[in-house]
């Protein structure tokens, strides 16, 4: 299973981004997805994550802005960046809990992609 992470780039403040994440290989189906970010000299920090059942949550910085969404069908998640700060500046890792088979699961990790917000 491999979790690719894709979308990243410059914008400047106010500017918007959106990131994918998708999933594949072979695998019996993907649980709660996550978005995380790790800006420079900080820990990462979970910045939202999305049941398979679509229900959404985020961390208080963001909400308002950024909005989390998945295509099942696809098995792509995404993060739609709003209202960009330079805050948000950090690398953008997506996460997985994805059922390898129908008994047992196992966390996966995308290779990040960088946002710069800048003017």
């Known amino acids: 299973v491999q979790l690719q992470a894709s979308g990243g780039g410059l914008a400047q403040p106010g500017g918007s981004l959106r990131l994918s994440c998708a999933a594949s290989?072979?695998?019996?189906?993907?649980?709660?997805m996550n978005w995380y970010r790790q800006a420079p000299g900080k820990q990462r920090e979970l910045v939202a994550h999305i049941t398979d059942g679509g229900s959404a949550n985020y961390i208080d910085s963001v909400k308002g802005r950024f909005t989390i969404s998945r295509d099942n069908a696809k098995n792509t998640m995404y993060l739609r960046m709003n209202s960009l700060k330079p805050e948000d500046t950090a690398v953008y890792y997506c996460?997985?809990?994805?059922?390898?088979?129908?008994?047992?699961?196992?966390?996966?990790w995308g290779q990040g992609t960088l946002v710069t917000v800048s003017s």
């Open positions: 996460n997985a809990w994805v059922l390898t088979t129908r008994w047992s699961g196992k966390d996966f």
């Open positions: 290989g072979s695998f019996f189906s993907i649980g709660t």
